[in-house]
């Protein structure tokens, strides 16, 4: 810590903008659970921490009239694995929030410090990906939107400039009514994933309407390929497909070895965890199309 | 000595009202342990892994070593030594001593704290549940069965 360091709580977001504005090494300070660890690790020395507590509202979840859900960027990760008014593919998020470390860490950490801190093993950045979250953002220019898979650049590192905050998450609604399955693969329960998959799949009479795969721990960001998941629109769901679509995933991956696991054995991980993910989410959707019916 | 970035904080500690002095980076779990002397937190892995630095924010359970310290102004903090009663261990803590649930004793001030949050809860928590409210909670001696044997048997004496 250096003399200098100062610590603030301001109550607008305008003045958070203003403050990071004139000072690239401060930090806002959101739950703490990854930015105390960094500095407790000697990672990171902030001048300023500028903590968000007292901005009013900042931590909402709120269901919007078109069907969508807003996020505030301080909402803790225990709020939004409890909250009941995500539907269809959502769920996503409360699948993945509701596996996010331990309970002191989801009654502390929120989705804005997660998807900002941008570790590609969270499951918050694979989560809003499959989502096709947006995340709304501040700063002292002005607002901005940016989808989520453009919100993650590489290693620890979003879209945001200085001067930035990302204030809220909004997630689309989903007419289709998917299924989710969020498969996370750790060598303890808690940690941060070895990889995991997020899967959101809707389907109608047999065959796919909705299909969206999103794959970390297994490069710098998300892995996400369009192209490849809209091969299986209107088709039935396709053992050797899911296949194809794993290698296609591949080509996108950059693993690194770590505690965690190898890169070798990330990437035999995934076409597996793919799949699993996706039986489970297909099995929850002939569950709820007999429910339907009945 | 107070510096003139230190931050002025009153806080709801163990339920008597303090007001301190804190640093701009200071964590909770120092301005508890170095500012206080309640040594009941532990420093574990200060990376908010090993649990041992639990205590209650508000009611809830949180890491106090990724806490700082000036954002629990106005805010109601439990330690381990808070979860006393009338100066005696409590059901909870009794049930941790009779069970055999402490052996070195590091973890078990979070443990402690972790479970008390449970029971609060959730008065009659299966052995799963306890499982998932001791998850994030490292502890070496036991292999946890004492552990949760003692959460059954306080909830038990407490239900009784």
């Not at chain 1, 400039?161 to 204030?167: R, S």
């Not at chain 2, 106090?64 to 006393?84: K, M, P, Y």
């Not at chain 2, 306890?130 to 909830?155: F, M, N, P, Q, T």
Request: negative net charge; hydrophobic residues 40%; proline residues 5%.
């Amino acid at each position: 810590m250096g003399p200098g360091m100062t610590f603030s709580e301001p109550e607008t977001l305008d003045e958070v903008c203003s403050l990071l504005s004139k000072d690239p090494e401060a930090r806002c300070l959101a739950g703490g659970a990854s930015l105390v660890a960094m500095m407790n690790a000697g990672l990171l020395a902030p001048t300023q921490l500028i903590s968000l507590r007292k901005i009013p509202d900042l931590g909402a979840i709120t269901s919007m009239p078109d069907g969508s859900v807003k996020i505030g960027a301080m909402a803790r990760h225990n709020d939004v694995a409890a909250f009941s008014g995500f539907l269809g593919a959502q769920r996503i998020i409360s699948a993945a929030a509701c596996r996010i470390g331990h309970p002191a860490i989801r009654n502390m950490g929120t989705i804005g410090g997660s998807i900002c801190h941008a570790d590609p093993s969270a499951d918050y950045p694979t989560a809003i990906t499959a989502a096709d979250a947006v995340v709304s953002i501040l700063g002292s220019e002005g607002a901005r939107q940016v989808a989520a898979r453009d919100f993650f650049v590489d290693w620890l590192e979003t879209t945001l400039e200085q001067g930035e905050i990302a204030v809220s998450v909004t997630i689309p609604p989903d007419p289709s009514n998917a299924s989710v399955h969020y498969e996370k693969f750790t060598r303890a329960d808690g940690d941060f994933a070895t990889v995991s998959v997020a899967a959101c799949l809707g389907m109608s009479d047999g065959v796919v309407q909705t299909f969206r795969v999103v794959v970390g721990g297994v490069a710098e960001k998300p892995v996400r390929s369009p192209e490849d998941e809209a091969v299986f629109i209107g088709r039935p769901l396709k053992d050797s497909d899911i296949v194809e679509f794993s290698a296609a995933l591949e080509a996108l991956c950059n693993p690194i070895d770590d505690m965690r696991g190898s890169a070798d054995y990330r990437l035999k991980l995934m076409p597996r965890l793919i799949s699993r993910a996706l039986k489970r989410a297909q099995a929850d959707q002939l569950v709820s199309d007999s429910g339907e019916t009945a | 000595m107070t510096e003139s970035n230190d931050i002025p904080i009153r806080l709801t500690l163990n339920k008597s009202l303090k007001s301190v002095f804190c640093k701009p980076t200071e964590t909770l779990l120092s301005l508890l342990r170095d500012g206080f002397g309640l040594t009941g937190s532990k420093r574990g892995c200060n990376q908010g892994l090993c649990g041992a630095c639990t205590v209650l924010i508000d009611g809830k359970p949180m890491r106090s070593c990724l806490t700082i310290a000036a954002t629990c102004n106005g805010r109601d903090v439990v330690t381990v030594e808070g979860l006393l009663e009338n100066g005696k261990l409590s059901t909870m803590q009794q049930a941790l001593v009779d069970s055999g649930g402490v052996q070195c004793g590091f973890c078990t001030p979070g443990v402690a704290i972790a479970l008390t949050s449970l029971l609060r809860e959730d008065p009659k928590p299966d052995r799963t549940k306890i499982r998932e409210a001791l998850s994030g909670h490292l502890c070496r001696c036991s292999g946890y069965i004492k552990i949760v044997d003692a959460a059954e048997a306080a909830a038990e004496k407490a239900g009784s």
